[in-house]
């Protein structure tokens, strides 16, 4: 809670902390007039909520982060202004509801995190504005809600996902624009049985 709810606060540069490994829980949480925040590439650990609830802040870019290898639950949830996420290479799981209810998110590109393994349980459900997703080959599994409920998505790719194992219920649920769905076909029939079909 260290800098939460700070209503002016409109910019954070933590790179002088060169030897910074963590940012604890709640930190960032709540400030509205945060716009900026650049994290240093020391950093191995963001705690849950750290950038939740910041009405303003537009981007995230973590692609420097290369020490960071999980994003927590809800870290930079219901961040209604957010329309850009840059994540790090090395990352290999995202967490539960983590950009929950980023609502102006049009695109998320994980293509770059070659080392992602999971994407957990709603973690880009209630974004709204979402319209293409790019899924890493590496991924083995999504969680149950991962997309839902993202009324702008019509169309989910992953037929490069040759390690997908396991898909979660609800996946892609209430997404009403949805008209293509791809998987690979390495994919076990039952991991399939949560995906919508697309006619």
Not at 17 to 46: F, K, M, T, W, Y
Not at 102 to 123: E, N, Q, W
Request: glycine share 8%; hydrophobic share 45%; with cysteine.
């Amino acid at each position: 809670w260290v800098l939460s709810q700070c209503p002016r606060l409109a910019s954070v540069d933590f790179t002088p902390c060169e030897r910074l490994h963590s940012i604890g829980l709640d930190v960032l949480r709540n400030c509205d007039a945060l716009e900026r925040v650049v994290l240093p590439p020391s950093l191995q650990e963001l705690g849950a909520s750290m950038l939740s609830e910041c009405a303003s802040l537009v981007s995230v870019d973590l692609s420097a982060c290369v020490a960071l290898r999980r994003i927590d639950h809800y870290t930079v949830a219901d961040c209604e202004a957010l329309e850009r996420v840059l994540l790090p290479p090395n990352l290999e799981g995202i967490g539960v509801d983590a950009f929950w209810g980023c609502s102006a998110l049009k695109s998320i590109d994980l293509g770059a995190c070659v080392a992602l393994r999971s994407i957990d349980d709603g973690a880009f459900s209630f974004c709204d504005a979402l319209e293409t997703v790019v899924i890493p080959p590496s991924v083995e599994e999504l969680g149950a809600r991962v997309l839902s409920s993202c009324g702008g998505l019509q169309r989910v790719d992953l037929s490069s996902c040759v390690a997908l194992r396991r898909v979660g219920r609800g996946t892609l649920r209430n997404c009403g624009a949805l008209k293509e769905v791809h998987v690979p076909s390495t994919v076990p029939d039952g991991a399939l049985k949560w995906l919508p079909t697309v006619e």
